[in-house]
């Protein structure tokens, strides 16, 4: 009774609604109405999945309770299929009779689903060196585009357009976050993250020697890369220094060293080793402590008296060779000034 094709039935007798055909639907869950328009010429109308009839008039045929009858009237005939699933995609048929004449007309109804990630590579830590593989996966309708990007300021632009991302000899600076992002034009797109941590052994970048008066506190520094992070020992002529011993302490970061003196004694100077070390290797610098003399009391009071002692010389002033050159040129100055007042005076 409801079967049969017509493509070139009359538009007055039966108008599927051009909606239904023209857009796809969205992510799940949804749902979208299958809408029918007709004259009061139609007798009987019903609509189909495929070969199997959801509805027949206000008749349910189907026994999935997501499909309700929306209208039946003279002049619309519509259905709606609640919380769309992938499985509904699909051609539906509304065909109706007129007098006695079967007519049908079909949309096709397309399934939208928004993109999903349903498998990504755990976070990985890896020597310098190797070879790395991530993979994402991803679902949706229309397929997903998978991208990867490295979250890094050096980074620019994508690092694969593809679920799988290999890197050759990975080094330090690739280090970090790794993005991996799924869309389509359903909805926005879909991001996870993978940490990937790269192991070096250290390296000293910086080792500084330094002078301190004997009495004084001093410190030395001692700055290492490394991951793992770095662990650090203080040697002075081949002999490692303890932790804790008397007057000096060793203080360390995950990426600094310190020693520090308390009261510096003459017993204190000399060449000190920095041993950075993790799993990976070891480095090692050498570190000065000098002496630096302080100036003493009496070359403070030498250095007043010579202040004092010393004319003040202002501007167009020519400077002094020696002290004893300024003497010789002050007594040849005054010598013709001694003449012409003995002159004056007889």
Not at 149 to 160: L, M, N, Q
Not at 282 to 289: C, G, K, V
């Amino acid at each position: 009774m409801f079967s049969g094709n017509s493509p070139d039935q009359p538009q007055q007798h039966l108008e599927l609604c051009q909606t239904a055909a023209s857009h796809a639907l969205p992510g799940l869950p949804n749902q979208k109405p299958l809408e029918c328009t007709i004259d009061n010429r139609v007798t009987r109308v019903a609509w189909l999945n495929r070969s199997t009839i959801l509805y027949a008039g206000n008749d349910k045929w189907c026994l999935d309770p997501r499909v309700v009858l929306l209208s039946n009237t003279q002049t619309q005939y519509s259905i709606e299929i609640q919380n769309v699933d992938v499985y509904d995609e699909g051609p539906y048929t509304c065909s109706v009779q007129t007098d006695n004449h079967p007519k049908t007309s079909r949309v096709h109804l397309i399934v939208q689903v928004s993109p999903k990630i349903v498998e990504i590579s755990s976070d990985i830590s890896i020597n310098e060196g190797n070879n790395i593989s991530l993979t994402c996966i991803a679902t949706g309708r229309p397929e997903p585009t998978v991208t990867w990007r490295h979250i890094s300021p050096k980074a620019v632009g994508f690092v694969s357009e593809d679920e799988y991302l290999e890197i050759q000899g990975i080094t330090r600076e690739q280090s970090g976050d790794y993005e991996c992002s799924a869309s389509n034009d359903v909805a926005a797109p879909v991001v996870r993250r993978v940490k990937v941590t790269v192991n070096y052994p250290p390296y000293i970048s910086e080792a500084k020697g330094t002078g301190v008066p004997v009495g004084q506190k001093g410190t030395l520094q001692c700055e290492a890369s490394a991951v793992p992070s770095a662990e650090f020992q203080w040697y002075k002529d081949d002999k490692r220094l303890i932790e804790g011993k008397k007057g000096v302490k060793v203080e360390n970061r995950p990426f600094l060293s310190k020693l520090i003196f308390f009261n510096v004694s003459e017993h204190d100077y000399g060449n000190y080793t920095c041993v950075a070390s993790n799993k990976l290797g070891h480095t090692n610098a050498s570190i000065m402590l000098f002496e630096l003399n302080e100036p003493t009391s009496s070359t403070l009071l030498q250095e007043v008296k010579t202040t004092a002692l010393t004319p003040w010389k202002g501007p167009g002033a020519v400077s002094e060779v020696s002290n004893g050159t300024s003497r010789r040129a002050g007594c040849v100055w005054l010598l013709p000034l001694l003449v012409l007042h003995l002159l004056l005076k007889f």
